[in-house]
């Protein structure tokens, strides 16, 4: 499991802020990373790489390591996306869809894993 580096409440804190409309660096920076967080400890591995510019990117899922390169599963997106995804408030194939988010290799599907949590 990889180590937390963001605690849950600040965390929490910085997603309910996004959620209701601070988009402040810092609080969008921290959300982001925490939810990348949860997706790493909800569903361990390196067999798909899921990337949020400019604030992170995590591995994820069980299957081939991989060590140096382009991993065999990419899931690109940028953090408003990543934030309404993995709180519910935008659907996986919506998001397809609409060209929001890039997903390429055998992996790269996350609608059984979002959201990540919800916000009430």
């Known amino acids: 499991m990889a180590k937390r580096r963001i605690p849950a409440t600040d965390g929490l804190a910085a997603v309910r802020g996004a959620l209701a409309g601070d988009s402040?660096?810092?609080t969008i920076?921290?959300?982001t990373r925490f939810l990348l967080e949860?997706?790493?400890e909800l569903?361990?591995?390196n067999a798909l790489e899921v990337r949020v510019p400019p604030f992170g990117a995590t591995q994820c899922l069980p299957g081939p390591r991989h060590t140096r390169g382009t991993p065999?599963?990419?899931v690109e997106t940028d953090p408003a996306t990543w934030i309404a995804l993995a709180t519910g408030g935008l659907g996986w194939e919506d998001a397809l869809a609409a060209a929001r988010v890039s997903a390429?290799?055998?992996r790269a599907d996350l609608a059984?894993?979002?959201p990540l949590i919800r916000i009430s």
Do not use: C, D, F
Request: without cysteine; glycine residues 14%.
């Open 24 to 26: 402040t660096r810092q």
């Open 72 to 74: 065999p599963g990419v």
């Open 29 to 31: 920076a921290t959300a």
């Open 112 to 114: 059984a894993l979002l």
């Open 104 to 106: 390429s290799g055998v």
């Open 38 to 40: 949860e997706l790493a």
């Open 43 to 45: 569903a361990p591995g």
